[in-house]
């Protein structure tokens, strides 16, 4: 019988993530009797680490006597026994200082974000770039460059603005394109792509219909709001991979089973990276939380994600633009340091994005208590 998780057994697997952490190599009770001092013997602690392997929490290598962390283990370990930590002030001065360096330039913002997180995490990062948390059309200009020939300049709410030519029939005048550009602002006028798609079926302002040239309009706008939606699911920012490469995980041992292990866990983590598979499907559920997304092994749906923790948290401005950031690496990751990266560059993206946009909303919520972080 494993018996109950006693608060010496939550001390002992504590301390077991703690040292398999820090060393990539299985823990053993004697280590942690000697480091640790514990006022118990090596035999007691073996004792409890057994209860704790039929528990689930720990296991053990057939090759090694000492013990190393379950799935189950590191969840347990982030959602009641982590320390919540902060980065330092001086870390904190110093990646604000990198960030107002590029005040006002959003795609660099992003980058920035990827290359802190990785080097500040020790492991890969990723992000995907703010955008309307429902893209909402504005207005439209058509403006001449050629008798047959126009820019239409579509502009929706959080400042987008999308430019397309198109042709024209020769003969409209300035007048007749301002009447069309006026009667598609009307139909559209802070539509979501939901609405701008229905009422482009039925193709009518105050039940008159709309002309040809008004309809193609419509479509136009309606087809750059469905290109907007899905370049914004697919961009998927990296960065530090040799951050991650470099960890134990991913070195070989010895021997050539070993280095082949080694170069497909490299092949899979370049896919992961390159592709975003395994990542895409978080990205929606970790825009629709509040918190830190804590998501461990093998509570992936993707096969292929079992060996990798990924943490993610919402940055944005609440009802108005909102993106994705986090960390991705072997489960055997610094989790409290991990989470607090996340957690401050979160914050730290929230407050720019809220003086970029000048939005008179509070920044996403991100600074919240160990306990308030889930997991998909």
């Known amino acids: ?139 439209l200009e058509l403006i001449a460059i050629h008798e047959t020939m126009v820019l239409a300049v579509m502009v929706f709410h959080s400042g987008i603005v999308k430019q397309q030519t198109l042709p024209i029939e020769p003969g409209r005048t300035p007048e007749d394109l301002r009447r069309a550009a006026g009667i598609v602002s009307d139909l559209l006028a802070d539509t979501t792509l939901s609405r701008a798609e229905e009422l482009a079926a039925t193709a009518t302002l105050n039940g008159v219909p709309l002309s040809d040239f008004e309809r193609g309009l419509v479509d136009l706008v309606v087809r750059a709001m469905q290109a907007f939606e899905e370049q914004a699911q697919e961009q998927i ?44 499907p978080l990205i929606p559920q ?30 944005g401005v609440e009802g108005a633009i909102a993106g994705v950031l986090g960390v991705i690496g072997p489960t055997r990751m610094a989790y409290p340091r991990s989470i607090s990266t996340v957690r401050y560059i979160a914050s730290l993206m929230s407050n720019l994005l809220a003086e970029l946009y000048n939005v008179n909303a509070r920044p996403s919520e991100v600074e919240t208590d160990p306990q308030d972080d889930q997991h998909a």
């Open 237 to 280: 920012y990296s960065d530090g991979l040799l951050e991650m490469l470099s960890q134990p995980e991913f070195l070989p041992a010895s021997g050539r089973d070993d280095a082949e292990r080694a170069i497909e866990r490299m092949r899979r983590t370049l896919e992961i990276l390159k592709s975003g598979r395994g990542l895409s």
């Open 286 to 315: 970790a825009l629709a939380s509040g918190g830190v997304q804590v998501i461990i092994g093998g509570e992936h749906g993707e096969d292929a994600m079992r060996d990798y923790s990924v943490i993610l948290a919402r940055y």
């Open 1 to 139: 019988m494993s018996g109950p998780l006693t608060e010496r057994r939550q001390t002992i697997l504590k301390l077991v993530i703690q040292e398999f952490v820090d060393t990539a190599t299985p823990v053993a009770s004697e280590t942690l009797v000697r480091k640790y001092r514990l006022p118990v013997s090596p035999a007691t602690v073996r004792n409890d680490m057994a209860a704790l392997e039929e528990l689930g929490f720990l296991t053990h290598p057939h090759t090694s006597g000492g013990r190393i962390p379950t799935d189950a283990g590191y969840r347990f370990f982030v959602e009641n026994l982590m320390e919540r930590t902060s980065l330092s002030p001086a870390e904190q001065r110093m990646i604000r200082h990198q960030f107002y360096q590029v005040r006002g330039e959003l795609d660099q913002w992003v980058q920035l974000a990827c290359a802190v997180l990785a080097r500040t995490a020790h492991n890969a990062s990723v992000a995907t770039a703010p955008r309307a948390e429902q893209l909402r059309f504005k207005s």
